[in-house]
Structures are given as structure tokens and as C-alpha cells.
């Protein structure tokens, strides 16, 4: 069994700078490199996937732009087929991401531009492509309408729901039951729950809660220490793969969500997908950038292999 994702998201021009640490207001410090290439969570996410393997729809808005044109030569590149309205009054998203170039950890800036004026009116122009796709995926880096859509539109064809709710925002109730796998990391889980995540222990109290409220499972990111599967019938942390030094952690999560949802839409079961997702996601953290460090099929499967014959 296989099918097509479908991710519904932004994208956006990375524009990443490594330095020692983080100016103060009112201060410049030296950057030690720089880099500009493609990003926003759901076109990561859409890479991660079809690197992985899986046939990949993805809908956005961009702008008729410089950074809108890298877009589609990404997405082309990746054989991603695009579902891209081009708005010509509105420019394409750009994210300011800064990496500590000693540990690999980022924080970052993202304006959405085009893609944040996504609304319910662009999901239901790809409803043929959700009915006929194996997984749905979406984020919350374009606006709640349009996830929220997305999800219902899903739902409404038997289609599997993955949503990730990236960045970390206050929501209704009524998008949980709409969630097969909800994949939040600890900051998320805690701002959606009340939990504060330091612990396995408090990632199954934050999953507990997320399943009271209607999702059929959830998918707690623990960074270095893994993933927790948790449903109401198992409860289990896949660990993180050690594959050699961080280089940078940013578009991580998108990797793991990439990932797993490739591997359900090729029929894994959610076990073995949160596995082969922490695999790609472990690789992905070895390299510089968001799209361009997502790992390919056979990286992922080699990785899985020499593991589980090391275990």
C-alpha cells in the first residue's frame, strides 16, 4: 500500500547566519558565515517527504518574486509537484535564522509574506488531490482557517491527519479530534497542554492531556532523547540516532514530520514511521540548512540497517 502526501504550509527563503551568539538590541556582532536557501516548515516538510520517498502535493502561496521563482526551481528539483498560487501584490515569506556555530542551536524570525494570506478557498481548490492522498499533513505557520480546513477536508475523505502545531499557538478544541498524530516538540506540547516537558514522564502527562481533547495520538519530538509514541494503546520513546556531530537543528522537526508521514503513506505502522522519522531526522541535524540537509532514501534505510544490527 502507497498513496501521496499532501502538505498544506508555507514557504519561505532561509536567510541563515552562524555566529558565537546573539546580538543585544543596539548591538552588531561578526557573523562567521551566511547562507540563503529554501524553507518554511510546510515546504520542508514537503522535501523531508519526497526525499524520502513519498509522492508529494504541496499547497502554498507565493510571491512573483525572486524568492518565489527559488521556490519552484526547489520543488521542481525535488520532483514536489506544486499546488503554488503566485500573488503579485504580496512577496514571497523570508525567515531570519540565526545558528550558534557551537552547538548548532538556532532561533529564528519568520514573515510568512504570500503564504500568510493562505485561506479555506486554497485547500478547497485541492480537495481532489487530499481525497486521493494516503496522509494530509499541516502546520501553523499560515493561518488557523486554512489548517484548520485542511484537516476537516481530510477527515471528510478517510485520509490520515498529521498536524503539527509549529509554531506554538493558543487553539480551539475542535482542531484535536481532527488529528490522527498531533507532533508537537516539548515547548509546543507545553504551551497546547499546560505541562511543562523536562522529562518522558512529563511528555506521556502532555500526550495524556492531547488525547482528552480528541487526537487519536501524539507524537512528543524530545530533540537528542528521541520521540514519544503515545495513544491510548501504547506508550513507547524511540530513541534519537547518534550519527556524528550537530551541525545545526533547525528544520529538525520538519525532517521528522517529512519522514513520518512518508512512511505511513507507504503503509509503516506509526511505530516503525516515528522510527524511520527520528532516523531522518538525526542525519538531517549533521548538515547546514533546513531543505537542503533533509537525508535521502537510501541514507535513512542504511542508518535503520546498520542500527538494528547493532542492537
Known amino acids: 500500500m502507497s498513496g501521496s502526501v499532501v502538505i498544506l504550509g508555507i514557504y519561505v527563503t532561509d536567510l541563515a547566519f552562524r ?6 538590541l543596539g548591538e ?3 557573523g562567521s558565515a551566511f547562507a540563503m536557501g529554501p ?5 520542508n516538510q514537503a522535501v523531508a517527504a519526497a526525499r524520502a520517498g513519498a509522492d508529494v502535493i504541496f499547497c502554498t502561496r507565493i510571491g512573483n518574486d525572486a524568492f518565489g521563482k527559488i521556490a519552484q526551481a526547489t520543488w521542481a ?3 514536489i509537484t506544486s499546488r503554488a498560487s503566485v500573488i503579485d501584490d504580496i512577496a514571497t515569506g523570508a525567515a531570519h535564522i540565526y545558528v550558534d556555530e557551537n552547538t548548532g542551536g538556532n532561533a529564528i524570525i519568520v514573515a510568512a509574506g504570500a503564504a500568510g494570506t493562505l485561506g479555506p478557498d486554497d485547500v478547497d481548490a485541492i480537495e481532489a488531490d487530499i481525497a ?7 502546520q501553523l ?3 488557523i482557517p486554512a489548517a484548520k480546513r485542511g484537516l476537516e477536508l481530510a477527515r471528510k475523505h478517510g485520509v490520515t491527519t498529521v498536524f503539527n502545531p509549529a509554531p506554538a499557538l493558543a487553539l480551539d478544541d475542535y482542531i484535536f479530534p481532527l488529528c490522527d498524530y498531533i507532533t508537537p516538540n516539548e515547548t509546543e506540547a507545553a504551551a497546547l497542554t499546560g505541562v511543562a516537558v523536562k522529562s518522558v514522564d512529563d511528555a506521556r502527562r502532555a500526550a495524556d492531556v492531547l488525547l482528552s481533547k480528541g487526537a487519536r495520538a501524539a507524537i512528543i519530538t524530545l530533540g537528542e ?3 514519544l509514541l503515545h495513544s491510548a494503546s501504547e506508550s513507547v520513546l524511540i530513541p534519537a540516532f547518534e550519527c556524528g556531530r550537530v551541525v545545526e537543528t533547525a528544520g529538525a522537526g520538519d525532517g521528522f514530520t517529512g519522514g513520518f508521514a512518508a512512511a505511513l503513506a507507504r503503509g509503516d505502522s506509526a511505530l516503525d514511521a516515528v522510527r524511520f522519522g527520528c532516523a531522518l531526522a ?3 541535524v549533521t548538515r547546514a540548512g533546513t531543505a537542503p540537509s533533509m537525508p535521502r532514501l537510501d541514507e535513512i534505510n542504511a542508518l535503520l540497517s546498520e542500527r538494528s544490527v547493532t542492537q
Open 19 to 24: 555566529a558565537q551568539r546573539m546580538p543585544l
Open 28 to 30: 552588531t556582532v561578526a
Open 39 to 43: 524553507g518554511g516548515k510546510g515546504s
Open 77 to 79: 528539483a525535488e520532483g
Open 132 to 138: 486521493r492522498a494516503a496522509v494530509f499533513v499541516t
Open 141 to 143: 505557520e499560515q493561518p
Open 225 to 227: 532523547a528521541g520521540a
Open 282 to 284: 538525526s542525519i538531517s
